[in-house]
C-alpha cells in the first residue's frame, strides 16, 4: 500500500468517514485549478467539491461530479486571473 493510500485509510478513519473516492479524478481536478487559477485555489476548491457533494447527497458519484464542474470551470479560467 503506498503512502498516499495509507493516509487516506488513515484520515478517513481518523475523519468517521467510509467513502471510496477516485483519487485521480481528484488529483486531476486539483493540477488543473493550481495551474489555470493558482496553486492555493486547488486545496480550498478541493473543500468545496467535497462540501458540494456532500450537499448533493454525497457518495463517490456527486464528488466525481462536482470535481468535474470545479475542473471545467478551471480549465475555462485559462490563468486569466491574477494567480495567488
Known amino acids: 500500500m503506498s503512502t498516499l493510500e495509507q493516509w487516506l485509510v488513515a484520515a478517513k478513519?481518523?475523519?468517521?468517514i467510509d467513502i471510496e473516492v477516485d483519487v485521480d479524478e481528484l488529483l486531476d481536478m486539483t493540477k488543473?485549478?493550481?495551474h489555470n487559477v493558482?496553486?492555493?485555489a486547488a486545496p480550498l476548491t478541493a473543500f468545496l467539491v467535497g462540501y458540494a457533494a456532500a450537499r448533493a447527497g454525497g457518495g463517490p458519484a456527486a464528488v466525481v461530479?462536482?470535481?468535474r464542474k470545479a475542473?471545467?470551470?478551471a480549465a475555462r479560467q485559462g490563468g486569466s486571473t491574477d494567480g495567488d
Do not use: H, I, N
Open 71 to 73: 475542473a471545467a470551470l
Open 65 to 67: 461530479a462536482a470535481s
Open 38 to 40: 493558482a496553486r492555493p
Open 13 to 16: 478513519a481518523e475523519l468517521g
Open 32 to 34: 488543473e485549478v493550481a
